[in-house]
């Protein structure tokens, strides 16, 4: 019988501060609308297909923030992402070579009737 090898993944060191580790529990946290029931982190894995990594990250920042004494959960503060008011709006010259392109597009389509 034949032992499989396991494949140990390299793994590397981060040294936070408290700090550091509340911004990245902040991080881990920001909501996206419309609904606000995942955050930006669950998205973004989901898109990725790194669903798995994202909870078991999430869990080593939990550990984090209780080494830490990082408040989480209903003491920890919430985010969301929503507008901050109308996106800017101007008023853009359309090149002078568009609408020549365009004129020209359309003097060939009437040739071809």
């Not at 990725?48 to 939990?62: H, I």
């Not at 959960?73 to 392109?101: C, T």
Request: aromatic content about 6%.
């Amino acid at each position: 019988m034949k032992k499989e090898k396991i494949k140990k993944r390299k793994t590397f060191d981060l040294r936070l501060t408290r700090t550091e580790v509340a911004h990245l529990r902040d991080l881990f946290s920001v909501v996206l609308p419309p609904d606000v029931k995942k955050t930006l982190s669950q998205h973004l894995a989901e898109l990725e297909d790194r669903s798995f990594v994202e909870e078991k990250l999430w869990d080593k920042v939990v550990d984090l923030c209780n080494d830490a004494a990082v408040p989480l959960d209903d003491e920890a503060p919430d985010y969301i992402v929503a507008p901050a008011g109308p996106p800017p709006m101007s008023v853009f010259h359309l090149s002078s070579d568009s609408m020549e392109n365009e004129e020209d597009q359309s003097q060939e389509e009437d040739s071809e009737d």
